[in-house]
């Protein structure tokens, strides 16, 4: 099966600085990409995602990118606020008709600590 | 806010009660799951529910049991549980489009279970 492997485990910012999450993965049909944002207590969250026809994405402060030959894909927070502070889990899958359902292979997470 | 309703926030049962998980979305999802998540640990899939049936049981052992009354619902029956048990219950949900599904898995906040 797909395998995600997720660095670095912990990362600490200062406020205004830029922050960087890296995920490799070994099954080259995997073809979708979600980034998730946990906060304490709660579930995670989908902050963005990707598809494997698309090299880059944005969506303000945040974007992904992704090389399928490289197989492995970032996520890049810029201007990181102390709200930014969370675990963050990549994840891989392959979706569309007829593919196996809901299983997302989770990276092992980050820890994000933004100081002010 | 997360559209999946995940009741209750806590749960704390003994090894000999029966207890169940409720989940609930009005976003049209035909697709539900349940994950389970320890601390400090990525989310791992238990059962995926599709149009409402099972479609996926990553063999969970017998003691947890998962229902979907209908397209909006889903449960989870917890019966005879061992303290290794206690865990974070997530619930999500994602689209189902002409046969495809759209990737996205939106998260409810979850259910912490103590067994005791």
């Known amino acids: 099966g797909e395998n995600v492997e997720q660095h670095p485990s912990t990362l600490s910012v200062q406020e205004g600085d830029s922050a960087v999450i890296k995920c490799t993965y070994s099954d080259s049909a995997s073809n979708y990409f979600p980034w998730y944002k946990q906060e304490l207590g709660k579930g995670p969250q989908l902050i963005i995602d990707?598809?494997?026809n698309v090299g880059e994405k944005k969506d303000q402060r945040i974007a992904v990118t992704l090389n399928k030959t490289a197989k492995h894909f970032s996520l890049h927070i810029t201007e990181t606020q102390p709200e930014d502070s969370a675990v963050y889990f990549c994840?891989?899958?392959?979706w569309g008709r007829g593919s196996t359902l809901g299983r997302l292979y989770f990276g092992r997470g980050t820890q994000l600590t933004v100081w002010p | 806010d997360t559209e999946v309703t995940q009741t209750p926030k806590h749960l704390v049962m003994g090894m000999t009660n029966k207890k169940s998980l409720k989940c609930e979305q009005h976003?049209?999802?035909?697709?539900m799951y349940w994950y389970k998540q320890k601390a400090k640990k990525p989310p791992e899939l238990m059962f995926v529910?599709?149009?409402?049936?099972?479609?996926i049981n990553e063999s969970v052992p017998s003691r947890f049991s998962p229902e979907c009354p209908n397209s909006s619902l889903l449960n989870l029956h917890l019966h005879a549980l061992q303290p290794e048990d206690s865990a974070l219950y997530l619930c999500?949900?994602?689209?189902?489009?002409?046969?495809?599904?759209?990737?996205?898995?939106?998260f409810g906040e979850g259910s912490r279970l103590t067994v005791l």
């Open positions: 999500a949900s994602s689209q189902v489009t002409t046969g495809k599904l759209t990737g996205e898995l939106f």
């Open positions: 994840a891989a899958s392959i």
């Open positions: 529910y599709s149009y409402e049936k099972l479609s």
């Open positions: 990707i598809r494997s």
């Open positions: 976003m049209g999802h035909r697709a």
